[in-house]
């Protein structure tokens, strides 16, 4: 049974800095795609970032790129999203999520079969 668990949400002024931890359980992040998901009140889950480490690739959002930072923790069974320069339309509910690794681009829900239960981010 695949359980991903985050952390690291809060609250912060427009400008701040957080860090958004996933940890996999029944999962290697290493074999997998690796994914960031957002959703607030009223709109789609929209993908921020993914990433395939088996094949080195990394897609990112336009409304994000430059300001989010995804990336393997130290240990395998965890990903990591670093977000920087938070705005208040970030604001929204964050969930990790993880798939089978592919060579195509990840940011829609349909390359993923797990996902967290999220946490909160409001700026």
């Known amino acids: 049974h695949v359980q991903l668990v985050e952390s690291g949400g809060g609250s912060v002024q427009a400008g701040g800095s957080l860090r958004l931890s996933c940890v996999a359980s029944g999962y290697s992040h290493s074999t997998s795609t690796m994914g960031w998901f957002r959703q607030a009140p009223g709109k789609n889950r929209e993908g921020v970032a993914c990433?395939?480490?088996?094949?080195?690739?990394?897609f990112y959002a336009d409304a994000v790129e430059g300001r989010f930072t995804i990336s393997q923790g130290d240990a395998r069974d965890t990903q990591i999203l670093e977000i920087d320069n938070l705005q208040p339309e970030d604001t929204a509910m964050y969930f990790c999520?993880?798939?089978?690794?592919?060579?195509?681009?990840?940011?829609?829900?349909?390359?993923?079969?797990?996902w967290g239960q999220g946490t909160q981010v409001t700026v």
């Open positions: 999520a993880a798939g089978p690794p592919t060579r195509l681009s990840c940011l829609s829900r349909g390359s993923f079969n797990d």
């Open positions: 990433m395939v480490p088996a094949y080195g690739a990394v």
